[in-house]
Nanobody, 124 residues
Framework: QVQLVESGGGLVQAGGSLRLSCAASGRTFSTYTVGWFRQAPGTEREFVGGITRSGSNTYYADSVKGRFTISRDNAKNTVYLQMNSLKPEDTAVYYC?????????????????WGQGTQVTVSS
């Protein structure tokens, strides 16, 4: 089992950048695929992107492709979400999630472990 804790959220102006971190407990973090999701008020939790166990492959939603980058440092048990060129529509609570099965599914129900979320607010 793994516990996930997100950090790095905050308030930023449109066009700015933020880097979120997802820190994991446990010695087997490198065996988990990690996804990032976000949820704005009144909307469903949506997939942002994900990264494979080794970090060799990533996958992004069309809405963030080219602006967001996911990376991981398994030695530090941490996954990062670098967000550039932020838009007001990126405003949401951002969550990281983990699963031990291969693949990076875009549906939240395929992930077993979740962090508590971190708020990102982009002002226009």
């Amino acid at each position: 089992q793994v516990q996930l804790v997100e950090s790095g959220g905050g308030l930023v102006q449109a066009g700015g950048s933020l880097r979120l971190s997802c820190a994991a407990s446990g010695r087997t973090f490198s065996t988990y695929t990690v996804g990032w999701f976000r949820q704005a008020p009144g909307t469903e939790r949506e997939f942002v992107g994900g990264i494979t166990r080794s970090g060799s492959n990533t996958y992004y939603a069309d809405s963030v492709k080219g602006r967001f980058t996911i990376s991981r440092d398994n030695a530090k048990n941490t996954v990062y979400l670098q967000m550039n060129s932020l838009k007001p529509e990126d405003t949401a609570v951002y969550y990281c999630a983990g699963r031990r099965v291969l693949g990076i599914p875009a549906t939240r129900y395929e992930y077993d472990y979740w962090g508590q979320g971190t708020q990102v607010t982009v002002s226009s």
